[in-house]
């Protein structure tokens, strides 16, 4: 046992001397390091040395040539990301929906009530950014041009038209007693272009017009004889811009606002006219007092009837219930609504639906996403535009 315990004893002296050598050899080389030590240059350090290079023009060229700094990924410096139709800016703490100009040189970004704001971006350079009373469309030309549409404040402006230069200098504003339906800007930024929604207002009612970004002014305002377009080409050449519809039909003013289609559009409603007449009626509205009515209260009387009981409706009723949901779009206590203004445009797509009036439903729930996204309608619409275009191609 005493043996036992005496070779424990020589192993653990053993093990403390070679700890106390280890230990003394380790501060050696500590010393030998703060001697003689190593310079590491780390990523941050890296960085710096590179900023002050690029903060002194002597050595830009250089700079230039070796670094790996490429202006292309600035926005990871700025921390600029898209995200589908959005577009993330950090720098401004800034978020909202961008266009960017056809030759994809600038982005015109617009965030809606409550920021309000725009950001005009040239490549990765924020040239402008600024505050802008509730923007809802946002279109930018090759030159940096600029439109804003914004809603209006109340009943007597329901919208202002605004056109910007690159510089951020306001070059037209259109105050308007109607809400804006839809507008456009030709590719080169030369004119612009904006259709009026229906509104009591005749002056602003349901009217096109059309504007020269040069000269700063409105060129003319017209009632456009078609109707409401979806979009619009601009042929600064021959000066001639073509309304584009729904069903790929077109039609053209010259840039002195004369409706160069007549004939067409004529021949046209005489072959419309027949298949409409079934749905004549729908405009007469003399059976109805409507001076007694409150429109909030048929809306929610109108919408309840469409969610419970539509397709149990006869034909009667369902074209009595069109009736009434288009005379509300006259109603500022529906139209200034957005919910409500959405909804009615899709109910009056349900019913139209229903009475299988198919083209005639997808112009209301187009109508109805214009105004809100999130109205409900986006698989419909779809399913809508593909059984159109198949049914036109089978003829």
């Keep these: 046992m005493l043996l036992l315990i005496g070779i424990l004893l020589i192993i653990l002296l053993i093990v403390l001397v070679l700890f106390f050598i280890n230990k003394k050899n380790n501060k050696k080389d500590i010393k030998k390091k703060v001697k003689n030590p190593v310079k590491k240059i780390t990523g941050t350090e890296d960085f710096k040395e590179k900023n002050k290079s690029i903060s002194n023009p002597e050595n830009n060229n250089k700079i230039n040539q070796n670094s790996n700094i490429k202006r292309r990924n600035l926005p990871y410096r700025k921390n600029i990301t898209f995200h589908g139709e959005y577009i993330d800016i950090d720098e401004l703490d800034f978020f909202g929906k961008f266009n960017k100009s056809p030759n994809n040189i600038y982005i015109l970004a617009y965030s809606e009530y409550p920021k309000n704001k725009y950001v005009l971006i040239k490549k990765e350079e924020i040239l402008i950014h600024g505050n802008i009373e509730r923007p809802s469309h946002a279109l930018v030309a090759n030159n940096g041009n600029f439109i804003i549409n914004n809603w209006g404040v109340s009943s007597n402006l329901r919208a202002i038209f605004t056109v910007f230069n690159k510089q951020g200098v306001k070059i037209i504003k259109e105050e308007l007693k109607a809400n804006i339906y839809n507008s456009g800007i030709s590719h080169d930024g030369r004119y612009a272009i904006c259709q009026t929604c229906k509104s009591k207002y005749e002056a602003d009612s349901n009217k096109l017009l059309f504007f020269d970004l040069i000269e700063n002014k409105l060129l003319w305002k017209t009632t456009p004889i078609p109707g ?168």
């Design 228 to 395: 409401p377009a979806e979009s619009y080409i601009f042929d600064t050449e021959n000066k001639i811009i073509t309304l584009i519809y729904k069903d790929h039909k077109e039609y053209s003013y010259n840039f002195s606002g004369d409706f160069l289609d007549q004939e067409q559009w004529e021949e046209e409603l005489s072959e419309n006219s027949k298949s409409n007449n079934q749905l004549e009626f729908i405009e007469k509205d003399n059976d109805i007092d409507w001076s007694n009515i409150d429109p909030s209260e048929l809306f929610e009387e109108l919408e309840e009837e469409n969610k419970t009981r539509l397709k149990k409706l006869s034909k009667e009723e369902s074209l009595s219930n069109l009736k009434k949901l288009k005379k509300l779009l006259n109603y500022e206590d529906i139209t200034e609504v957005k919910y409500k203004h959405a909804r009615t445009y899709r109910y009056i797509g349900e019913i139209l639906l229903e009475l299988d009036k198919k083209k005639e439903a997808l112009e209301n729930f187009e109508k109805a996403l214009q105004i809100s996204k999130r109205v409900g309608v986006k698989r419909i619409t779809k399913k809508l535009r593909k059984e159109l275009k198949n049914d036109k191609l089978k003829f």
